[in-house]
């Protein structure tokens, strides 16, 4: 999991509620990625950050919102209008070596999101 | 997008045996990696492989790539029951920083 922290591992919530994962990381990368796993499926991408102050919805944004007010956090807030909120929410930081990014991934541990 | 697809979805085999998981991806990439989920986990990296390279070794890990069917394939040889996880592949998408990744292939090592 290296320098990647999400917190807490995991969450439940009622129906109707918008709720924030954290995402923290110290390895001082810029790009940061939030992804979604279903049971026995793959990652999809939700959002991606390149850079401070910017980001990029990605395959299924909708229901979701981040923000990017520095550069070690990158929280994800599921909001009410997600319609299937409950899943296996992953946060992940780009790799670069010597100034050159292979785009290989940093991954958290997960948050296990449940909605009653 | 789903660019990666693995084969297969499952895969049981005894301690000791060698495992083949293949992927197969649909657009032009300039690498492609496989990772390595253990239960309730994150994703750990394995391998990265460039699109002009054909074959790389890490380990027990052997990676072999044909750009020109546009599929790869992870061997895990002498594979142990510690090896027991979910298996995915990602490709980029021709120089993006964006992976997509495969629906995995669910690997069991019976001791």
Redesign the interface.
């Known amino acids: 999991d290296g320098g990647i922290t999400q917190s807490p591992k995991y969450l439940f919530r009622k129906e109707g509620q918008n709720v924030t994962l954290s995402c923290e990381q110290n390895l001082n990368h810029d790009a940061m990625y939030w992804y979604r796993q279903d049971p026995g499926q793959g990652l999809r991408l939700i959002y991606y950050s390149q850079i401070v102050n910017d980001f990029q919805k990605g395959d299924i944004a909708e229901g979701y919102s981040v923000s990017r007010e520095k550069k070690e956090s990158f929280p994800l807030t599921v909001t009410s209008a997600q319609k299937n909120p409950t899943a296996f929410y992953l946060c992940a930081i780009l790799r670069v070596v010597g100034g050159l990014s292979y785009n290989e991934q940093f991954f958290g541990p997960g948050t296990r999101l449940t909605v009653l | ?2 660019q ?1 697809e693995e084969d297969p979805q499952a895969l049981s085999i005894q301690e000791g045996e060698n495992a083949t998981m293949n992927c197969s991806y649909k657009t032009s990439i ?2 492609l ?1 496989w990772y390595r989920q253990n239960s ?6 394995l391998i ?1 492989i460039r699109s002009n390279e054909r074959e790389k070794h890490s380990g027990r890990l052997r990676v072999t790539l044909d750009t020109s069917k546009k599929s790869s394939s992870l061997l895990i040889t002498a594979s142990r029951a510690a090896d027991t996880a979910s298996y ?1 592949c ?1 490709t ?1 998408q021709g120089g993006s ?8 292939t ?1 690997l069991t090592v019976n001791p």
Request: glycine share 20%.
């Open positions: 997008s789903q990666g300039n690498n990696q309730g986990r994150g994703l750990v990296h990265l995915f990602a980029d920083e964006k992976l997509v990744f495969g629906k995995g669910k």
